[in-house]
């Protein structure tokens, strides 16, 4: 199987190349060529299965021939994204994959000055990635009109609905043009996104890549039963082993983002931590320091992780236990990302037990248990 076989064309094949996509992923190879056909989509699947290709590629290749340029405040196309990082990586993939066409894309998104979103949208685009809450604001605003959608994408639907964005989600499927091609990809499907497919697709394809309890095949699990307050001291001794090069550490609490990042900074460990209390300059500036590798650990919050893409990172470590299992899922697929491996590494406390039992259900797993004692 290629992507020339799938139907996709140059010069998007040329950016692929460059990028070194040698094979479409399993859902790239099911969603490319029902997309070009024109039909709706409705992927389960989640981030490291190659969904952002799956959609990207077919919109690209829609969109750039026989171009209709956009009219002014207008897109052509309309993807929506829970957070701000995802619509932010969304719209980075675009151009990666875009670069040797000629659309012009923008993203509208919460936390930051209006005003630049405002201006990239006066003359129209063809791409506009968004944030639900803020497109809202700048349609009602009449900054951005949605009249020329005609294609509509939904990413991370689930999460959305987590996030509370489902209403703002609804609003602005009720204002687009009826004939339009529309996907929603979801990792989950609760009974608001089933109730959001059948208001929002017309007789989707629908394609299910690896159920989320299987991910995790490719990833050696481990736990350290731990008290809180040795957490951060266990954290140290293992930032020794100089193997585990590109590091997240996920935390429940933004404060405690804060705390462990400061703790490893103390002792030498360059860390940066990004959670939603920060602006979104200051949460890029972190995203860039660590996947360029000068910070070796990068501390998050559930939320704040969402839709972050960086390969190779060697190891999770799940400072605490995440309250809904899911998130265990998700944190820990950030490693072992497109085919590699990965370690993922958990500290449980007394009162996370009950946390761990959801984690150990929902993945069909007992996870490995490693004794250990910390020195005094
Ligand atoms: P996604 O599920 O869209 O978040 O993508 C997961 C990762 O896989 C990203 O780092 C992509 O750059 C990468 N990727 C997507 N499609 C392919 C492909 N066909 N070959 C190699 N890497 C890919």
Redesign the pocket.
């Known amino acids: 199987m290629t992507f020339v076989s799938l139907g996709v064309a140059e010069p998007i094949l040329r950016a692929l190349q460059a ?7 399993p859902i ?1 190879a099911k969603a490319i060529p029902a997309l070009l056909a024109g039909r709706d989509l409705l992927g389960i699947a989640q ?7 799956a959609f990207a590629l077919p919109l690209l290749q829609r969109l750039s021939t026989g171009h209709v340029p956009p009219g002014p405040k207008q897109a052509r196309a309309l993807i929506l994204a829970p957070t701000r990082e995802l619509a932010v990586q969304i719209e980075q ?1 675009l151009r990666t994959y875009g670069r040797f066409l000629n659309l012009r894309l923008a993203v509208v998104l919460g936390g930051v000055s209006q005003n630049n979103q405002v201006r990239a949208m006066a003359r129209g685009v063809d791409i506009l990635v968004a944030t639900p809450g803020r497109l809202l604001d700048l349609v009602q605003q009449k900054h951005v009109r949605l009249d020329a959608v005609s294609t509509f994408i939904v990413d991370e639907a689930d999460r959305m609905l987590d996030m509370g964005f489902i209403r703002d989600v609804r609003k602005l499927v009720a204002m687009l043009p009826r004939e339009r091609q529309s996907m929603l990809f979801s990792a989950t499907m609760p009974d608001d996104i089933v109730k959001l497919t059948h208001d929002m697709l017309r007789s989707p394809e629908r394609i299910v890549v690896t159920p989320q309890s299987k991910t995790a095949d490719r990833i050696t699990q481990k736990l350290y039963f731990v008290p809180m307050p040795q957490k951060r001291q266990l954290l140290s001794e293992l930032l020794k082993d100089v193997s585990m090069n590109r590091v997240i550490v996920f935390t429940r609490t933004k404060h405690g983002a804060n705390r462990v990042a400061e703790h490893l900074s103390r002792t030498g460990v360059v860390a940066e931590a990004i959670h939603g209390n920060k602006s979104q300059n200051a949460r890029q500036r972190a995203l860039e320091m660590f996947r360029a590798g000068k910070a070796r650990v990068l501390v998050a919050t559930d939320i704040a992780a969402r839709g972050i ?1 960086i ?1 190779d990172i060697t190891h999770v470590v799940n400072f605490e236990l995440p309250n809904e299992p899911e998130s265990y899922v998700h944190r820990i697929g950030r490693t072992a ?2 085919g590699g491996e990965g370690i993922a590494i958990s500290f449980c406390d007394a009162s996370e037990r009950g946390f761990l039992r959801d984690i150990e259900r929902l993945i069909r797993t007992k996870i490995e248990v490693v004794a250990h004692e910390l020195p005094e």
Not at 47 to 53: E, F, N, P, V, Y
């Open positions: 990028e070194n996509y040698t094979h479409p992923t790239q981030t490291g299965t190659g969904k952002t290709a993939s893409d390969d990302r497109a």
